[in-house]
């Protein structure tokens, strides 16, 4: 590993974004990180684990403007460059049906903020703060790998996720937008992580019982007892090679599988 690798992953405070955090600290020690998040204490922790040399750390809502500019020029006053980003920080409610009464269409437009365009946002200000254009630079002379974190029900509907399903499809077209526009100056892919054991899960479990429909809602409670949630290390794993060692050209700009 000789080249510098400064990345900034959001939603880096629990589950899938966490363990991004401790496996590139972990398995690449040349490689820093800026973990974006809401919670203080917990991106405290992850400070006093590995140092304020390798970690630096952004608290504040992703949708917010100045949590994005904080997150760009801390990066690059910190460390010299940004060559990575993982789009991690998602949120699943409201999990509701077209059909219900009260749907929550105020929270619907929050999900499409969080999951979708704090992505469009924080993307177009981080071009445009390093110059990026198809214009000013040429393939070799930029090495910047964005992955978003997707989900199955992103291609397919699944019962009351229709916010969030739709919010995710609508990242999957982003990494294609990224790659018709800027590709091979910026790499991006679009990566589904399976059921993963994270907080969302519990959600899922304890809060929307009478909100999906029962065969959908048992699936998850199936796949919990039988031990079958994936574990957020492993798949982290996948995100941080890919954000390290840079997307390869059979992928760039699609949509796939974590273990694909
Ligand atoms: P999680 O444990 O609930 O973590 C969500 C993360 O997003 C937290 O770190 C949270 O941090 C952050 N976040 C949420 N809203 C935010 C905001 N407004 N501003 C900044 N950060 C925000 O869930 P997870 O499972 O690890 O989710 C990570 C990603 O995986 C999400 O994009 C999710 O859609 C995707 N995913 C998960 C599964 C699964 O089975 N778990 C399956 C498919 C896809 P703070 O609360 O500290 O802000």
């Known amino acids: 590993m000789s080249k510098k690798y400064n990345i900034i992953i959001t939603g880096a405070s629990k589950g899938l974004g966490r363990a991004m955090v401790e496996t590139i600290m972990l398995k690449y020690p040349k490689a820093n990180v800026t973990a974006v998040a809401r919670s203080q204490a917990d991106l405290n922790d992850l400070v006093t684990k590995f140092g304020s040399s390798r ?4 608290c504040g809502d992703i949708t917010v403007k100045s949590t994005m500019e904080d ?26 049906h077209l059909h219900d009464q009260n749907y929550d269409i105020e ?11 704090s992505i469009v946002q924080f993307t177009n200000m981080l071009f445009n703060k390093l110059g ?9 002379d930029a090495n910047l790998n964005i992955i978003i ?35 091979p100056i910026v790499r991006s892919v679009s990566v589904a992580p399976g059921v993963v054991d994270t907080n969302m899960q519990i959600d899922i479990r304890n809060q929307y019982k009478d909100a999906i429909i029962p065969e959908v809602y048992q699936k998850y409670v199936d796949l919990y007892n039988s031990g079958k949630l994936l574990n ?8 941080c090679k890919l954000v390290i060692d840079g997307i390869p050209d059979e992928v ?3 949509y796939v599988r974590w273990n694909e």
């Open 132 to 140: 990026i254009s198809p214009r000013e630079m040429k393939g070799e």
């Open 55 to 58: 970690v630096l750390a952004i």
């Open 71 to 96: 997150a760009i020029n801390g990066t690059l006053n910190k460390w010299g460059s940004i060559d990575g980003v993982i789009f991690n920080a998602g949120l699943l409610s409201p999990v509701q």
């Open 232 to 239: 957020p290390m492993d798949v982290a794993v996948v995100y």
């Open 149 to 183: 974190v997707s989900t199955g029900s992103s291609t397919r509907a699944c019962d009351g996720f229709l916010a969030y399903g739709s919010s995710k499809a609508a990242v999957n077209l982003l990494c294609a937008h990224i790659h018709q526009e800027l590709y």
């Open 252 to 254: 760039d700009g699609k």
């Open 107 to 117: 929270g619907a437009k929050r999900l499409f903020d969080v999951n979708y365009f």
